[in-house]
C-alpha cells in the first residue's frame, strides 16, 4: 500500500444480481452494470468475507477497505475505533424491481449463535419509489409468535404484516427482530451493520434462478423475531437549520451508526476529526475541498472521509443533498 496520507476515498461497487433486482442501479445511479435487468445491490463500502471494497481513485487505487482498517486503523478508522479488523459498516443502495422476500435479521448475540455472522440493524432512505410501491416493516400489532409460525406454514404472511406507502425521503429504521421486506418499485439507500445474516420466511410464491423455490429459514427466523415490536413507520426526523441556512435532520441512532441527512444550498464543514465519516450523495452534485483538491460527491456516489482526514468542506453545486453516516 502505498505510503501517502489518507483522503477522501472513492470505493469500485460491488454489484450484486438477485431475481428481485432492476436496472435503475444503471439508470438512475450511473453504476456500471451489464445489460441484465436483475441488478439488486450496489454494495458502496464492504468488509464483508469475499465482497471486499477496493479503492479506485487517487494514490490508494487498488488498496482493499480490508487492508485500510487493517494496516492503516488509527488513521483510517480513528483511534477510538482502531484495533478492531473488520470495517463496522456496510453501506449499499438497494434497488427492488419485484418485491424482496419477508424477512428477519438477528441481533449480534443470535447472529453469532445461529448464522456465525453479526447481528444486523439496518437502516433505509428511500432514492426512488414506482406509484403504489409499499414498505412492509414490523408485524401488525398482537400478531403472537404461533400465529406467525402458522401463517409461515400456510403461505399467509402478507396480511399479517404492517404496511405503507413508500415515499422518496422517508427515512425507516429497521432494528434486529424486526420483520420486513422492501416493495416492487422501490430503490433505496440502506446502511447497515457489517453482516449478511437473513432469515427468509415467505418469499410470494416464487421460485429461483434455477426454478426451484429459495430456501426458507424459519426456525431461525421465528427466534430472532421480536414479537413485542408491532408496526415501525417512517422516521420524523428533528429538524433545525444550521447558521449557513442548510437544514439538518437527525435521521437514525442506535448503538451501531449515527446518520444524518443535510439539504445544502450553502458550504458545510461536515465530518469528525476522531472518526471516519461516510457520505453518500442523495441529490444533486457537491464537492469535497481538501488540500487543495475538490473531490466529487454526486447523486449516487458514496466517499469515505477516514479519521485523519478530519471535517471537510462540502460545496454543494446549487443545492445537494447528501446523507453523513458515523459509529456514535
Ligand atoms: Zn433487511
Known amino acids: 500500500m502505498p505510503a501517502v496520507p489518507p483522503y477522501p476515498l472513492r470505493f469500485e461497487p460491488i454489484l450484486r444480481q438477485l431475481i428481485w433486482g432492476g436496472r435503475r442501479l444503471g439508470t438512475l445511479l450511473h453504476k456500471p452494470i451489464g445489460e441484465a435487468n436483475d441488478y439488486a445491490e450496489s454494495w458502496e463500502l464492504s468488509d464483508y468475507r469475499d465482497a471486499v471494497s477496493v479503492v479506485n481513485e487517487g494514490e490508494l487505487t487498488g488498496t482493499t477497505l480490508r487492508e485500510l482498517v487493517q494496516f492503516r486503523g488509527r488513521e483510517v478508522l480513528g483511534p477510538g475505533l482502531s484495533g478492531r479488523n473488520q470495517f463496522p459498516l456496510l453501506v449499499k443502495f438497494i434497488d427492488a424491481r419485484e418485491v424482496l422476500s419477508v424477512q428477519v435479521h438477528p441481533d449480534d ?15 433505509w432512505v428511500i432514492v426512488d419509489a414506482e406509484p403504489g410501491s409499499l414498505i412492509y416493516a414490523g408485524l401488525r400489532p398482537d400478531v403472537t409468535r404461533e400465529q406467525f409460525a402458522a401463517a409461515i406454514e400456510t403461505g399467509q404472511v402478507e396480511p399479517l404484516l404492517h404496511r405503507f406507502p413508500a415515499r422518496p425521503g422517508d427515512c425507516i429504521m429497521i432494528e434486529a427482530g424486526t420483520v420486513h421486506a422492501i416493495g ?16 427468509r420466511v415467505f418469499d410470494w ?18 427466534e ?13 426526523p428533528a429538524l433545525e437549520t444550521t447558521s449557513a441556512g442548510n437544514v439538518h435532520e437527525q435521521l437514525s441512532r442506535c448503538p451501531y451508526f449515527a446518520l444524518d441527512r443535510w439539504r445544502l444550498s450553502r458550504p458545510a464543514v461536515l465530518g469528525c476529526d476522531d472518526r471516519f465519516t461516510i457520505l453518500m450523495g442523495m441529490e444533486g452534485r457537491a464537492k469535497v475541498r481538501h488540500e487543495g483538491q475538490r473531490v466529487r460527491l454526486a447523486f449516487g456516489e458514496t466517499l469515505l472521509l477516514p479519521a485523519a482526514v478530519g471535517p471537510c468542506e462540502i460545496i454543494p453545486d446549487g443545492e445537494a443533498e447528501v446523507l453523513t453516516c458515523v459509529v456514535p
Do not use: C, W, Y
Open 109 to 123: 448475540e443470535k447472529g453469532k449463535r445461529l448464522a456465525g455472522d453479526n447481528g444486523k440493524t439496518e437502516t
Open 184 to 199: 416492487a418499485g422501490v430503490l433505496l439507500a440502506e446502511i447497515q451493520q457489517m453482516s449478511d445474516a437473513t432469515f
Open 224 to 236: 430472532s423475531t421480536d414479537f413485542a415490536r408491532g408496526p415501525v413507520n417512517p422516521l420524523i
Open 205 to 222: 410464491g416464487r421460485v429461483g434462478g434455477d426454478g426451484r423455490p429459495r430456501a426458507l429459514h424459519v426456525r431461525e427466523a421465528l
